[in-house]
């Protein structure tokens, strides 16, 4: 399938600030399951826009704005050829992964940030009363189905910068953090497991309904990561993009930055994606714009 996606950002303010600082993981990975085919980013006001991957091998735009200016716009556009997932759980036989030769994938068995081990999570794990002797792909689906049977999938009872506890309180929440409860789940099983950033394509009663998601993958010593997405109990398909990949939502948020001034920030966010026709042309392309705004 290919996808042409488009995720646009506006940032107000409600007075002049005189400098600021934006940080942007929309760009998607080319890995195993999808190639980009091309990444279209316009920014305004009027600056230069540099590019770095993070030490998980995300790409990371930023930039600054240095003169007066109360607003910020964003556009992003990209073109991304997905597969469906190739691993299936039921493949997945291992009993127990040891923590021996791990090394770097012991960080996605730490808890930390929005992902405390707290006596709430202990207790839901407790719950769940996982078999430990099944195998590790059984035990990760039964764990996700666990997480999707458990909590509502409702907005507005956590915020971007919300711990798990909260909607282990309120026993309901958004995909981020359905997907870290789910990791944190996942690490208190001894399972490797870390969050993924990225987009949903959703076709419901004939319209395209999409939007930002978030996922888990769980790390298998014979077929490396693995996904489940909890919100929608499946495994990711064609239909999930993967932009970016960390321990917690806290080090893959879409955009974050800092300014200097006493105005209050408004954000706007927009994600459209639809299916299209395979591109004549294959090769990467890449454009970088600049929006025309008031300094």
């Given at each position: 399938?290919?996808l ?11 007075d ?18 999808q190639?980009?085919n ?26 600054s ?20 997932n ?106 490797p ?9 959703v ?8 939007e ?14 693995v ?18 990949y ?29 299916p ?20």
């Open positions: 399938m290919y042409d996606i488009e995720h646009n950002l506006w940032l107000t303010y409600d002049y600030i005189s400098e600021s600082w934006v940080e942007l993981r929309m760009e998607p990975q080319s890995n195993h399951r190639t980009v091309s990444y279209f980013l316009a920014v305004g006001p009027q600056t230069k826009v540099s590019r770095y991957q993070d030490w998980l091998g995300n790409a990371v735009r930023h930039f704005v240095a003169e007066f200016h109360n607003q910020i716009e964003v556009r992003s556009r990209s073109v991304v050829e997905t597969k469906p190739s691993i299936p759980l039921g493949r997945v036989r291992e009993r127990q992964l040891p923590k021996a030769g791990l090394g770097p994938i012991l960080d996605f068995l730490e808890f930390g940030g929005p992902i405390p081990k707290s006596a709430a999570l202990k207790e839901l794990f407790k719950s769940a009363n996982l078999d430990r002797e099944l195998p590790l792909g059984e035990r990760v689906e039964r764990l996700g189905r666990f997480v999707h049977e458990t909590f509502e999938y409702r907005p507005m009872v956590t915020f971007y910068h919300s711990s798990i506890d909260e909607a282990l309180t309120h026993r309901a929440g958004v995909c981020q953090d359905l997907a870290q409860i789910l990791i944190g789940l996942l690490r208190l099983a001894h399972i497991a870390r969050y993924v950033n990225g987009y949903l394509h076709d419901r009663e004939g319209k395209a309904a999409s930002s998601h978030a996922w888990a993958e769980f790390y298998s010593r014979e077929h490396g990561w996904g489940f997405d909890p919100t929608g109990n499946v495994q990711p398909d064609e239909r999930h993009v993967v932009v970016a960390g321990r917690h939502y806290d080090e893959v948020p879409p955009n974050r930055g800092i300014y200097r001034g006493a105005a209050q920030e408004t954000l706007r966010a927009e994600v459209r994606t639809k299209i026709p395979a591109p004549a042309v294959s090769t990467f392309r890449e454009e970088i714009r600049e929006i025309r705004l008031p300094v």
